[in-house]
């Protein structure tokens, strides 16, 4: 089971935020997104303070000054947890809680532990003990009394002279390689199941965007089902995949975890399952908070990380969700956005705009129906039983000369048969410029 990174009080944690930054005023945008993290693990935020950082302190990342405001800061307001809105080296950490005599966090540590509460299937809770163990391995030393104490060898151990260190280093090494076995054989299991929808040739699309745009709301709305969906940061971990029917045809729809400026490298590989689905996706929906004052940099951010992870080549439509909060804004449809991206403006939460997404998908995809009736030979029943795992024999009748069928099925799903080696019934049903 995943473990919480920081101890949680029955009362809860009050925390001290401290925000460093680089010289001019601190990016607003930055601060709230921080403060929301903190919300969203489960913290009371007690005091904000900045830190400008010129030159970080290797010893502390911040200087002497700051630290003594800092700790002045948690005894007048109470807080019995620090968090630092930047990645410290395990010295710094130390080296902050021994001055400040309190819990410290850093921005790495946050996520992890919101990732460990959200974490809902097997696999997700694997992932989120495996990087925390990975981020824990070279954090040992802290708070730890026992740790140059020297122990002789004996069965299971290297020999003697090793050190309470050293074998809960080896120690947590055994559980990483453990848990990076059982990962294994989940993502081989995975891939079939991938590999079963690619073999069913229906479209993938994948939802993506910055964490909160409200992913997890719309793949309810479209799929009828129940999600987890949150106002709050990383309320999605698990991949979730339905099959939602358009009005051309079927397609599989994957929603994914959400995306967050300075996501640390090896959180990303730690969930590249959920992240595959976006990977191997034929479409991303790029969800948008429509209403969020830096939707164009959050725009920016998720493409970054979609180049990252090689899926900055896949088409994308653009969702600019949330249009309640913007008043007079309308459902729209926007076939031209950014010369490359088309958009449809709704509300997930209201409903509003769901047809418009669906019609814009449908159009996207290219997913166009055909009917009609076919006369499938006696020796094509290999044919007949494709058409029927797909759903689109609406009537049946056999006589001598084979099967007579009435089918209505996707265009795509009629393409792909006509084109097989048994496929000569299908081809009249396709569109002369698809029989050529």
């Not at 509460?117 to 954090?139: D, N, Y």
């Not at 964490?211 to 971990?237: E, I, P, V, W």
């Not at 939707?295 to 998720?302: L, M, P, S, T, Y």
């Not at 209505?408 to 097989?420: T, V």
Request: aromatic share 2%; glycine share 8%.
């Amino acid at each position: 089971m995943p473990t919480q990174l920081f101890e949680r009080s029955r009362r809860g944690e009050t925390a001290l935020l401290i925000q460093p930054h680089a010289g001019g005023k601190p990016d607003e945008g930055v601060v709230e997104e921080f403060a929301d993290l903190a919300r969203s693990a489960g913290a009371t935020v007690a005091h904000l303070l900045h830190a400008r950082i010129d030159r970080p302190n290797p010893a502390t990342l911040i200087g002497s000054g700051k630290l003594e405001e800092a700790k002045v800061a948690c005894d007048a307001t109470g807080a019995d947890l620090v968090l630092v809105n930047h990645q410290l080296t395990p010295v710094q950490e130390r080296n902050l809680e021994r001055a400040l005599e309190r819990r410290v966090v850093d921005r790495t540590g946050l996520i992890l532990d919101i990732f460990s509460q959200r974490a809902r299937s097997a696999e997700g809770k694997l992932q989120v003990e495996l990087a925390q163990l990975k981020h824990m391995a070279t954090r040992l030393v802290r708070g730890w009394t026992h740790l140059e104490r020297q122990r002789g060898g004996s069965i299971g151990l290297r020999g003697p002279g090793e050190t309470q260190l050293e074998t809960d280093r080896r120690l947590l090494q055994k559980r990483v390689d453990m848990l990076q076995k059982r990962l294994e054989k989940v993502e081989v299991q995975r891939t079939q199941m991938r590999r079963a929808r690619i073999r069913s040739e229906l479209p993938r699309v994948a939802l993506v965007g910055y964490t909160n745009a409200g992913k997890s709301t719309l793949f309810n709305a479209l799929t009828g089902a129940d999600a987890y969906a949150a106002d709050q940061l990383f309320a999605t971990l698990d991949p979730t995949v339905r099959r939602i029917e358009l009005p051309g045809g079927g397609v599989v729809l994957a929603d994914t975890v959400g995306f967050v400026r300075d996501l640390p490298h090896e959180l990303v590989a730690a969930f590249r399952s959920t992240l595959s689905e976006a990977r191997e996706a034929d479409l991303l929906l790029h969800v948008v908070d429509a209403a969020d004052p830096l939707r164009d940099e959050r725009i920016a951010q998720v493409d970054e990380v979609l180049r990252e992870i090689d899926a900055g080549d896949i088409p994308q439509l653009r969702v600019f969700n949330k249009i309640d909060r913007i008043e007079g804004a309308a459902p729209r449809i926007d076939r031209e956005n950014d010369a490359s991206h088309g958009a449809v403006w709704m509300s997930a939460r209201d409903g509003d705009g769901i047809g418009l997404l669906r019609e814009a998908l449908g159009e996207r995809l290219g997913l166009r129906r055909v009917s009609g009736e076919v006369l499938l030979p006696v020796d094509a029943g290999r044919l007949r039983a494709r058409l029927h795992a797909l759903e689109a024999v609406r009537g049946e009748s056999h006589d001598d000369a084979g099967w007579r069928l009435r089918v209505d099925l996707a265009l795509a799903d009629a393409a792909r048969l006509a084109a097989q080696a048994d496929g000569a019934p299908l081809r009249a049903l396709l569109p002369e410029v698809q029989s050529e």
